[in-house]
Nanobody
């Protein structure tokens, strides 16, 4: 099995920045991409960003382009999400996930992802 542990969430004020991390451990599996999703209160889980594990290609939700940056460290099996200029409307639980067999065209699709972390809460106050 693969375990994913997110860290870095917390309570911040509007305009602040946060850097989330997600470390993978356990069995090493072939990985196409790792991604970040979020679930706002009362909403379905939605795509935020993803990064191709080998090539490094990235994809972002339109709502976060220019403010969020996804990166990775293959040696540490860790993916990061740098979030800048945070707004209260991005308050959510942020999850990371592993996409084993996806493609660049589908890496924003939740059904592509095979392993999920437990999530980390991000709260942005106004």
């Amino acid at each position: 099995q693969v375990q994913l542990v997110e860290a870095g969430g917390g309570l911040v004020q509007a305009g602040d920045s946060l850097r989330l991390s997600c470390a993978a451990s356990g069995r090493t599996v072939s990985t196409f991409a790792m991604g970040w999703f979020r679930q706002l209160p009362g909403k379905e889980r939605e795509f935020v960003a993803a990064i191709e594990w080998t090539g490094g290609g990235t994809r972002y939700a339109n709502s976060v382009k220019g403010r969020f940056t996804i990166s990775k460290d293959n040696t540490k099996r860790t993916v990061y999400l740098q979030m800048n200029s945070l707004k209260p409307e991005v308050t959510a639980i942020y999850y990371c996930a592993v996409d084993r067999w996806g493609t660049m065209a589908t890496m924003d699709q939740i059904q592509d992802y095979n392993y999920w972390g437990q999530g980390t809460q991000v709260t942005v106050s106004s």
